[in-house]
């Protein structure tokens, strides 16, 4: 008897690289998205803390290299939710074909980048400024 693999198998599916590419990018700004956690939940248990707690945060926070991370977690929390919503679609059974997913991924890769300037613009313009 032939020894059959066990099912989900990366030898059972036919990847291509930007499918490939595409999903390991989106799992991977999951992963940054679930390590900025970390800052909010911060940023909560400051406000919840009283008007000292929130001062010594707001100060943490607001430092250049957490200003950085900020910008990563925007871009990536930009490419996860176009791709999330292109997941989504998917379930549906929409777009599942070679070519329609080959222009889903572009169209999510260029809408991500979109997005993701126009966020950092209104961040640093309109709503980046403290009171």
Excluded: C
């Amino acid at each position: 008897m032939t020894e059959r693999p066990l099912s989900p198998h990366l030898s059972v599916y036919r990847m291509h690289r930007y499918s490939l590419l595409t999903s390991i990018t989106n799992r991977a700004t999951g992963l940054v998205l679930s390590a900025g956690l970390i800052l909010l939940v911060y940023w909560l248990v400051a406000v919840a803390s009283g008007s000292a707690a929130y001062h010594g945060a707001r100060h943490v926070l607001s430092l250049g290299v957490l200003k950085a991370i900020y910008v990563i977690l925007l871009a990536g929390f930009s490419y996860h939710l176009l791709g999330g919503i292109r997941h989504l679609i998917w379930d549906t059974g929409v777009g599942l074909e070679r070519a329609q997913s080959k222009r889903s991924a572009a169209l999510v890769a260029v809408a991500s980048l979109l997005l993701f300037v126009s966020l950092a613009w209104w961040a640093l313009h309109t709503g980046g400024s403290a009171p």
